[in-house]
């Protein structure tokens, strides 16, 4: 499988504090709920000190088409919804794995495949979890 690189030569902005109720995570939420993005999960990552973001919103999808069409609705969504366009997004090509890096949150869209071999949740298991069904 082919590694997404997530430099690290950013910075989280040290004034605003993002939540799960912040209007860009919600929009995240909604968008990959919309297009049937399947095993929602969020990662706070708050209190973890060498997290690079906040957030990690996670989901797989059934199809390297359904990759590419929940990580461009997200995008469409969040550029509509709080104007803003991601920091940096890479994955598209291959459509096992497309990550969108709004820097404060980083959506992570993957094959069932390419979740099972990345294991995110695992790596980040100090994070606190949260699913997210469709009815939130």
Partial sequence: MATLSLSNS????????LTRNSKIFKTIVKAIQDKKGEDLISLDLRK??????DFFVI???ASTTQVKAISDFVEEQVRLACGELPYKH???TTGQWALIDYV?????????EAR???QIEEMWSDAAAQLHNDNE
Avoid at 10 to 17: A, E, I, L, M, V
Avoid at 48 to 53: K, L, P, V
């Fill in 104 to 112: 404060n949150i980083v959506v992570h869209v993957m094959h069932p």
């Fill in 10 to 17: 950013r910075s989280k902005p040290t004034g605003s504090r």
């Fill in 59 to 61: 989901c797989q999808a």
């Fill in 48 to 53: 973890i000190e060498e997290a690079s973001a």
């Fill in 90 to 92: 890479e994955g598209r």
């Fill in 116 to 118: 099972k071999f990345y």
